[in-house]
């Protein structure tokens, strides 16, 4: 049966989260930012007065994680351990941990059966680090989005500035390098291009015009697959 599964993967500041939530909103899917586990799992950490090499009890929080998605939520919010995530989750002292707790080979197999019970519920648009390599490698679209380093963190800061932050250029720049690093050296589910994968460069794109291009692939692959059935 075709099951759609549409995959996004790439680093800090692409545009992954937006484009996602975009082409789910245009196709009617549901949306998945897998990142948002992983800076759940940060926040509890932190929560507990756990050190971030405490990956014990990382291991213990992320096996205990509860997961909703709220379905009738436009913004495809989720609930975890009973608490709506929120703004929180993108505080300067999660972002300093997010990637050093997610690179623990425990820690990612513990919340994989998590985000792999969400993709099999239907139709579905996931991103993250490795969602095409690992979590879905099957999916039937898988994209990578990418853009130069320096575009990336212009990204972040304005973003960072609209919400009010206060925050300068050149830390939002070493944090966004130091998270890219550890994500694709790390040895387990490093990030990478996924097999099959179309890589998309953002850096003179808008956001509606990359997702308008990943809806025309799917468009693409939907009207292949109608024709062999
Ligand atoms: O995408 P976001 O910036 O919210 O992700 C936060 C962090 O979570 C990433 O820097 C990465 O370390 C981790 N992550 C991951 N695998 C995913 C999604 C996020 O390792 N699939």
Partial sequence: MFQPVITIDGPVGAGKTTVGRLVAGELGFAFLDTGVLYRAL??????????????????????NMNVKMLLEDEHHMLEINGEVVSEEL???????????VAQQPRVRSSLLPIQRDIASTGPIVLVGRDV???????????????????VRAERKYLEKIDSGDTISKSIILSLLQNRDEVDSDRDVSPLVVPERA????SENLSAMQVATLIISYFSDLRGREEQLT
């Fill in 132 to 150: 095409g390599s690992i979590v879905c490698p099957d999916a039937e679209l898988k994209i990578y989005i990418d853009a130069p380093v320096a």
């Fill in 198 to 201: 179309i890589v998309i460069q």
């Fill in 90 to 100: 993108y505080s300067p002292d999660i972002e300093q941990i997010v990637s050093h």
């Fill in 42 to 63: 940060a926040m509890l950490l932190l929560r507990v007065g756990a050190d971030k090499d405490d990956y014990a009890q990382a291991e213990v929080i992320a096996r």
